[in-house]
Protein backbone atom coordinates (compact mmCIF):
# COMPACT_ATOMS: atom_id res chain seq x y z
CA UNK A 1 0.00 0.00 0.00
CA UNK A 2 1.17 3.36 -0.97
CA UNK A 3 -0.28 6.95 -0.88
CA UNK A 4 1.17 9.09 -4.32
CA UNK A 5 2.89 11.74 -3.38
CA UNK A 6 4.58 12.62 -6.78
CA UNK A 7 2.68 12.97 -10.68
CA UNK A 8 2.03 9.55 -12.51
CA UNK A 9 4.86 8.88 -14.51
CA UNK A 10 2.50 8.13 -17.22
CA UNK A 11 -1.13 9.05 -18.27
CA UNK A 12 -2.85 7.09 -20.87
CA UNK A 13 -5.63 9.83 -22.09
CA UNK A 14 -8.79 8.37 -24.06
CA UNK A 15 -9.82 11.23 -25.84
CA UNK A 16 -13.46 11.63 -26.31
CA UNK A 17 -16.36 13.74 -27.50
CA UNK A 18 -14.45 15.45 -30.59
CA UNK A 19 -18.01 14.43 -32.76
CA UNK A 20 -19.92 15.76 -29.67
CA UNK A 21 -18.21 19.12 -29.28
CA UNK A 22 -18.35 19.78 -32.94
CA UNK A 23 -22.45 18.84 -33.46
CA UNK A 24 -23.06 21.32 -30.41
CA UNK A 25 -21.54 24.12 -32.11
CA UNK A 26 -23.90 23.02 -35.39
CA UNK A 27 -20.73 21.89 -37.43
CA UNK A 28 -19.07 19.05 -39.13
CA UNK A 29 -17.84 16.45 -36.64
CA UNK A 30 -14.65 16.65 -38.84
CA UNK A 31 -13.91 19.77 -36.99
CA UNK A 32 -14.47 18.33 -33.68
CA UNK A 33 -11.30 16.18 -34.66
CA UNK A 34 -9.34 19.04 -35.79
CA UNK A 35 -10.33 21.32 -32.64
CA UNK A 36 -8.89 17.71 -30.79
CA UNK A 37 -5.63 17.68 -32.71
CA UNK A 38 -4.88 21.15 -31.40
CA UNK A 39 -5.77 20.03 -27.89
CA UNK A 40 -3.63 17.28 -28.72
CA UNK A 41 0.04 19.71 -28.44
CA UNK A 42 -1.35 21.30 -25.78
CA UNK A 43 -1.47 18.60 -23.10
CA UNK A 44 1.90 16.99 -24.59
CA UNK A 45 3.73 20.59 -23.74
CA UNK A 46 2.36 20.69 -20.21
CA UNK A 47 3.63 17.42 -19.26
CA UNK A 48 6.92 18.57 -18.40
CA UNK A 49 5.70 20.73 -16.10
CA UNK A 50 3.72 18.46 -14.37
CA UNK A 51 6.36 15.96 -14.47
CA UNK A 52 4.53 13.37 -16.51
CA UNK A 53 7.76 11.37 -18.76
CA UNK A 54 4.86 9.19 -20.45
CA UNK A 55 2.15 9.88 -22.36
CA UNK A 56 0.41 7.52 -24.09
CA UNK A 57 -3.51 8.97 -26.41
CA UNK A 58 -6.14 6.84 -27.73
CA UNK A 59 -6.50 8.17 -31.74
CA UNK A 60 -7.32 5.87 -33.33
CA UNK A 61 -9.77 2.30 -32.30
CA UNK A 62 -9.89 -0.65 -34.16
CA UNK A 63 -13.48 -0.08 -34.23
CA UNK A 64 -13.56 3.16 -35.39
CA UNK A 65 -13.93 1.74 -38.70
CA UNK A 66 -17.57 1.42 -38.27
CA UNK A 67 -17.48 4.85 -38.60
CA UNK A 68 -18.75 6.66 -41.76
CA UNK A 69 -16.40 6.73 -45.03
CA UNK A 70 -16.10 10.27 -45.10
CA UNK A 71 -15.06 10.42 -41.17
CA UNK A 72 -12.61 7.80 -41.57
CA UNK A 73 -11.32 9.18 -44.39
CA UNK A 74 -10.97 12.80 -42.73
CA UNK A 75 -9.33 11.30 -39.77
CA UNK A 76 -6.77 9.65 -41.72
CA UNK A 77 -5.93 12.72 -43.54
CA UNK A 78 -5.95 15.04 -40.37
CA UNK A 79 -3.81 12.36 -38.53
CA UNK A 80 -1.23 12.79 -41.75
CA UNK A 81 -1.22 16.80 -41.75
CA UNK A 82 -0.80 16.34 -37.55
CA UNK A 83 2.33 14.43 -38.43
CA UNK A 84 3.61 16.66 -40.96
CA UNK A 85 3.29 19.92 -39.14
CA UNK A 86 4.41 19.28 -35.84
CA UNK A 87 7.42 16.82 -36.50
CA UNK A 88 9.63 19.51 -36.11
CA UNK A 89 8.23 20.89 -33.06
CA UNK A 90 7.93 17.73 -31.45
CA UNK A 91 11.78 16.97 -32.59
CA UNK A 92 12.89 20.81 -31.03
CA UNK A 93 10.77 19.62 -27.72
CA UNK A 94 12.42 16.52 -26.66
CA UNK A 95 9.39 14.69 -27.54
CA UNK A 96 9.74 10.80 -28.43
CA UNK A 97 7.18 9.65 -30.55
CA UNK A 98 6.11 6.04 -30.87
CA UNK A 99 3.01 4.28 -31.99
CA UNK A 100 1.06 1.08 -31.07
CA UNK A 101 -1.37 -0.66 -32.76
CA UNK A 102 -1.58 -2.96 -36.10
CA UNK A 103 -0.41 -0.91 -38.72
CA UNK A 104 -1.21 -3.33 -41.59
CA UNK A 105 -4.81 -1.63 -42.53
CA UNK A 106 -3.26 1.87 -42.50
CA UNK A 107 -2.61 3.60 -45.62
CA UNK A 108 1.09 3.19 -46.78
CA UNK A 109 1.77 6.70 -46.99
CA UNK A 110 0.62 7.21 -43.52
CA UNK A 111 2.70 4.35 -42.19
CA UNK A 112 5.64 5.81 -43.71
CA UNK A 113 5.58 8.80 -42.15
CA UNK A 114 4.53 7.38 -38.46
CA UNK A 115 7.99 4.97 -39.19
CA UNK A 116 10.17 8.37 -40.33
CA UNK A 117 8.46 10.11 -37.06
CA UNK A 118 9.47 7.72 -34.80
CA UNK A 119 12.88 7.12 -36.23
CA UNK A 120 13.33 11.03 -36.13
CA UNK A 121 12.47 11.30 -32.27
CA UNK A 122 14.14 8.46 -31.20
CA UNK A 123 16.86 10.21 -28.98
CA UNK A 124 14.22 12.68 -27.23
CA UNK A 125 13.88 11.92 -23.75
CA UNK A 126 11.92 14.71 -22.34
CA UNK A 127 8.28 13.35 -22.97
CA UNK A 128 7.26 9.85 -24.43
CA UNK A 129 4.69 10.21 -26.50
CA UNK A 130 2.67 7.28 -27.25
CA UNK A 131 -0.15 7.18 -30.12
CA UNK A 132 -2.96 4.41 -30.23
CA UNK A 133 -3.47 4.03 -34.16
CA UNK A 134 -5.47 1.77 -35.25
CA UNK A 135 -5.17 0.44 -31.83
CA UNK A 136 -7.43 -2.08 -29.78
CA UNK A 137 -6.57 -3.94 -26.39
CA UNK A 138 -8.32 -7.62 -27.36
CA UNK A 139 -6.36 -7.07 -30.65
CA UNK A 140 -3.05 -6.53 -29.14
CA UNK A 141 -3.26 -9.44 -26.70
CA UNK A 142 -4.31 -11.53 -29.69
CA UNK A 143 -1.23 -10.43 -31.53
CA UNK A 144 0.88 -10.69 -28.62
CA UNK A 145 0.05 -14.63 -28.09
CA UNK A 146 0.48 -14.98 -31.66
CA UNK A 147 4.03 -14.04 -31.43
CA UNK A 148 4.65 -15.69 -28.38
CA UNK A 149 3.13 -18.98 -29.48
CA UNK A 150 5.64 -18.95 -32.69
CA UNK A 151 8.24 -18.59 -30.57
CA UNK A 152 7.30 -21.74 -29.17
CA UNK A 153 6.96 -23.26 -31.70
CA UNK A 154 10.53 -22.27 -33.35
CA UNK A 155 11.73 -23.41 -29.47
CA UNK A 156 12.77 -19.76 -28.12
CA UNK A 157 10.65 -19.87 -25.50
CA UNK A 158 9.71 -22.90 -23.35
CA UNK A 159 5.97 -22.62 -22.49
CA UNK A 160 6.32 -23.21 -18.66
CA UNK A 161 8.34 -20.23 -18.71
CA UNK A 162 5.53 -18.40 -19.66
CA UNK A 163 4.25 -15.92 -17.03
CA UNK A 164 2.32 -12.11 -15.89
CA UNK A 165 6.41 -10.98 -16.48
CA UNK A 166 7.10 -12.73 -19.81
CA UNK A 167 3.82 -11.87 -21.39
CA UNK A 168 4.11 -8.08 -21.52
CA UNK A 169 7.25 -8.41 -23.90
CA UNK A 170 5.14 -9.94 -26.78
CA UNK A 171 2.46 -6.55 -26.22
CA UNK A 172 3.31 -3.32 -28.21
CA UNK A 173 3.91 -1.40 -25.10
CA UNK A 174 6.94 -3.54 -23.97
CA UNK A 175 9.13 -0.66 -23.79
CA UNK A 176 6.97 1.49 -21.73
CA UNK A 177 5.84 1.61 -18.34
CA UNK A 178 2.51 0.42 -17.27
CA UNK A 179 0.17 3.50 -17.01
CA UNK A 180 -0.69 5.18 -13.38
CA UNK A 181 -3.56 7.38 -14.24
CA UNK A 182 -5.88 6.89 -17.11
CA UNK A 183 -8.34 9.34 -18.21
CA UNK A 184 -11.56 9.54 -20.16
CA UNK A 185 -12.79 12.92 -21.34
CA UNK A 186 -16.81 13.30 -22.05
CA UNK A 187 -18.82 11.77 -19.58
CA UNK A 188 -18.38 8.26 -20.53
CA UNK A 189 -17.96 5.78 -17.76
CA UNK A 190 -16.11 2.72 -20.04
CA UNK A 191 -12.68 2.15 -20.86
CA UNK A 192 -13.46 0.92 -24.29
CA UNK A 193 -10.66 -1.65 -25.07
CA UNK A 194 -7.33 0.67 -23.95
CA UNK A 195 -4.37 -0.77 -22.51
CA UNK A 196 -6.51 -3.58 -21.31
CA UNK A 197 -3.32 -5.63 -19.71
CA UNK A 198 -1.51 -2.59 -19.25
CA UNK A 199 -3.81 -0.59 -16.95
CA UNK A 200 -4.55 -3.50 -14.26
CA UNK A 201 -3.24 -1.18 -11.46
CA UNK A 202 -4.22 2.15 -12.78
CA UNK A 203 -6.34 4.95 -11.62
CA UNK A 204 -8.78 6.12 -13.67
CA UNK A 205 -10.89 9.54 -13.77
CA UNK A 206 -13.90 10.15 -15.62
CA UNK A 207 -13.99 13.78 -16.75
CA UNK A 208 -17.46 15.17 -17.93
CA UNK A 209 -15.46 17.89 -20.13
CA UNK A 210 -15.04 17.01 -23.96
CA UNK A 211 -11.55 16.44 -25.21
CA UNK A 212 -11.37 19.99 -26.98
CA UNK A 213 -12.53 21.68 -24.20
CA UNK A 214 -9.93 19.55 -22.18
CA UNK A 215 -7.39 22.35 -21.14
CA UNK A 216 -3.86 22.15 -19.63
CA UNK A 217 -5.60 23.81 -16.50
CA UNK A 218 -8.09 20.42 -16.25
CA UNK A 219 -5.43 18.58 -17.06
CA UNK A 220 -3.18 20.19 -14.05
CA UNK A 221 -5.94 19.69 -11.77
CA UNK A 222 -6.42 15.78 -12.29
CA UNK A 223 -2.89 15.27 -12.36
CA UNK A 224 -2.69 17.02 -9.34
CA UNK A 225 -5.46 14.46 -7.41
CA UNK A 226 -3.23 11.72 -8.32
CA UNK A 227 -1.33 12.59 -5.46
CA UNK A 228 -4.40 12.13 -3.00
CA UNK A 229 -4.93 8.45 -4.31
CA UNK A 230 -4.26 5.29 -1.69
CA UNK A 231 -2.72 2.57 -4.33
CA UNK A 232 -2.73 -0.57 -2.36
CA UNK A 233 -1.80 -2.67 -5.17
CA UNK A 234 -4.20 -5.40 -3.62
CA UNK A 235 -2.80 -5.28 0.06
CA UNK A 236 -5.23 -4.95 2.75
CA UNK A 237 -5.17 -1.33 4.67
CA UNK A 238 -3.37 -2.29 8.22
Known amino acids: MSRSTTSPNHVAIIMDGN ?24 IVEACPGLSVKYLTIFAFSTENWKRTQTEVAGLMKLFKRYLRREAQNLLNNGVRVRFIGDRTRLEPTLVDMMDNLELLTADNDLVHLTV ?9 VARAARRLAYDVQLGKLDPKSINDETFPKYLDTHVLPDPDLVIRTSGEARISNFLLWQSAYAEYEFIDTLWPDFTDEIFAEVVGR ?9 AVVA
Do not use: C, S, T
Not at 23 to 36: E, S, V, W, Y
Not at 226 to 234: L, M, N, S
Open 132 to 140: ALNYGGRDE
Open 19 to 42: GRWAQMRNRPRLIGHHAGAKRVKE
Open 226 to 234: FGARERRFG
